[in-house]
């Protein structure tokens, strides 16, 4: 599949799963290219837990649904009406939850290209969660970035010590589909703009 075509089919899935967990041989290749993503100073500061006990999926489940019932209540009028229609997280009918943590030790204290910029790392895992969600769908996967949670949450779930930052809970599994049309936009939250690129400075929308 040619990667534009990967990039343009990629969407963040929650009511397509299947119910069925990726085959282990393709999870192994998922993963895989998720580690071979660029890091600052080649640190290679992520971290993966791959979830399927259903208990642990049940209670982040609980804890996420009881984090969207706090952001729906902030809400009023069309915007109300609009988020109770769109689905926040695919936890148990993936089957599987890959949750994705940032651990600043992994290459000690002196990382080449860290010293100026103390978030290259987390930058580093954020691209290796791209590369998961590409090679996912180039495989047919869904992936759902759930982030209706608390860290310390997550990070007590799957045993994260202290220093261990979570990024993300991934949902993965086997989908009937893809939606051609990503949910916020097909729900009515926000479409997606137009590319925007400015030339040498930054000119604020409708500066001079």
Not at 135 to 148: I, N, P
Request: with cysteine.
């Amino acid at each position: 599949m040619d990667l534009y075509d990967v990039m343009a089919r990629r969407r963040d899935t929650r009511a397509e799963f299947t119910g069925r967990p990726p085959r282990a041989e393709v999870l192994e290749r998922v993963l895989g290219a998720a580690h071979l993503a660029p890091s600052v100073g080649t640190s290679q500061p992520w971290v993966f837990v791959t979830v399927r006990d259903p208990d642990r999926l049940a209670a982040f489940r609980d804890h996420v649904e009881t984090e969207r019932q706090v952001f729906a209540a902030s809400l009023d009028g069309e915007r109300a009406e609009t988020f109770a229609r769109i689905k926040v997280e695919g936890i148990l009918e993936s089957g599987l939850g890959v949750v994705v943590g940032y651990d600043p030790t992994t290459a000690g204290e002196q990382v080449l290209g860290r010293h100026a910029i103390a978030d290259a790392g987390l930058y580093s895992v954020c691209l290796a969660i791209q590369n998961l969600w590409l090679a996912a769908t180039a495989e047919d996967l869904g992936v759902g970035w759930v982030s209706f949670y608390r860290e310390e949450f997550l990070r007590d779930l799957v045993g994260f010590p202290a220093h261990v930052r979570p990024v993300a809970w991934l949902c993965v599994g086997e989908v009937a589909h893809l939606p051609a049309v990503p949910d916020l936009e097909r729900f009515g939250w926000r479409d997606r703009g137009p590319l925007v690129v400015h030339e040498e400075t930054y000119v604020p929308a409708g500066g001079a």
